[in-house]
DNA sequence: GTACTTGCAAACGCTTTGCACTCTC
DNA sequence: GAGAGTGCAAAGCGTTTGCAAGTAC
């Protein structure tokens, strides 16, 4: 069994303790969502998750879809990020570490970046005003290699 | 006469000199959409503008100050920022050097703030990946002071 | 059996657009 | 006077919600 099976049961695990303990339900609905989230990679919006679900059950409503995203992110199962097109996209939230993103201004190809001296740099900058920081949103926007090599 | 007021006759007519480069016409709601956003400060949504507006002038409308912004915009006098609140925000584009937020999450007083240190690491992620940078968000979230003290 | 969930469609909040009328250049 | 701009109301978009019927526990 691969590293990524044993990561899904995990996922699927935690979500529902997160139901049990809220005294919420799991029904197969919300199943076929975290599995056709679980499934897949980058970052998702409800349509992009809804379709995907409909493939599997075409009669799943877009409302359940949207529901059951929201609870994925209460149970930190998914994160909520705004690459600031006006939809919300979710990325897996069980990701250990902490992460920003880089996207393509034309294909919107997006690499996941880390730099631990940026973060620390935050930090100082927000304790220079008196602010306790509780989390922040970096998008760097530019051209990737792909789209650059066409130009 | 004030810095401040040189400050605004030259972003009025560059104003001006936009509309005319573009064969657009000034006209009164344009001018007083314009002095509403200049004698302005900080963030505002169209509708804080909408309602600036309208204490001059009851007339005008939603959808006049949303395509005003959109020309302000166009022609570097706003400049967009997205605070992930669902609702699009405003702030003087002349500002010569570049800045990002801190922006409290109780009150949501916000901070303007600068890190060169910050930018030339940012470019050097992109880079890494082989990205030309062409922008970035980036909004630090925290509690401010005040709203700490109440804690 | 009793909540909780569902799909549907209607409502939502912000923003854009089609239109007939008005105004600037 | 030609082309742009206006206010209004309607439409558009992603998202949320009220509801009656259905389902997990």
């Given amino acids: 069994m691969g590293k990524r099976d044993?990561?899904?049961?995990?996922?699927?695990?935690?979500?529902?303790?997160?139901?049990?303990r809220?005294?919420?339900?799991?029904?197969?609905?919300?199943?076929?969502?975290?599995d056709a989230f679980l499934a897949s990679e980058g970052h998702l919006s409800s349509e992009d998750l809804y379709h995907r679900v409909r493939e599997v059950d075409n009669t799943v409503g877009q409302a359940t879809v949207y529901r059951t995203l929201k609870l994925l992110s209460d149970s930190g199962i998914a994160k909520e990020?705004?690459?600031?097109?006006?939809?919300?996209?979710?990325e897996h939230g069980f990701h250990d570490e902490h992460h920003d993103h880089l996207i393509c201004q034309r294909c919107r190809a997006t690499v996941e970046v880390a730099d631990e001296r940026i973060e620390r740099l935050q930090e100082d900058l927000a304790a220079k005003h008196g602010y306790r920081l509780t989390g922040h949103s970096m998008c760097l926007y530019g051209i990737c290699p792909r789209c650059r090599a066409k130009e």
Wanted: charged share 40%; net charge positive.
């Fill in 81 to 90: 990020v705004d690459f600031a097109e006006g939809v919300a996209r979710y």
């Fill in 6 to 20: 044993v990561l899904e049961r995990e996922q699927r695990e935690a979500f529902r303790d997160y139901l049990a």
């Fill in 22 to 34: 809220k005294r919420l339900k799991m029904t197969p609905q919300r199943m076929r969502i975290l």
